[in-house]
């Protein structure tokens, strides 16, 4: 089992930047690849960015390339999502997953369902 949780969420005017933090414990968390995810209300749940255990790759949505940056401390056992230039269509309820890293992972690294542990999520909401 991987236990995650997430901080660094709050309230922040349009183009502010926040840092996300998803702190990992239980099982070897470097061996794992990590997600960030996203729902807004109403809206369904939505990729965001993602890196792999190493930290030699990371994916990033469309909407957020440019202003977003995924990393990660394994030694620390945790991932982070800079966000700068943030936009009041950020607003959402932010996740961490984590998903070992399989064969498959570059092709469907986007998909929720590779990954096995998820955290409680934290709010970020941008005002304009």
């Known amino acids: 089992q991987v236990q995650l949780v997430e901080s660094g969420g709050g309230l922040v005017q349009a183009g502010g930047s926040l840092r996300l933090s998803c702190a990992a414990s239980g099982r070897t968390y470097s061996n794992y690849a990590v997600g960030w995810f996203r729902q807004a209300p109403g809206k369904e749940r939505e990729f965001v960015a993602a890196i792999t255990w190493s930290g030699d790759n990371t994916y990033y949505a469309d909407s957020v390339k440019g202003r977003f940056t995924i990393s990660r401390d394994n030694a620390k056992n945790t991932a982070y999502l800079q966000m700068n230039s943030l936009k009041p269509e950020d607003t959402a309820v932010y996740y961490c997953?984590?998903?070992?890293?399989?064969?498959?992972?570059?092709?469907?690294?986007?998909?929720?369902?590779?990954?096995?542990?998820w955290g409680q999520g934290t709010q970020v909401t941008v005002s304009s």
């Open positions: 997953a984590a998903g070992k890293q399989t064969s498959y992972y570059s092709a469907r690294y986007y998909q929720s369902q590779i990954y096995d542990y």
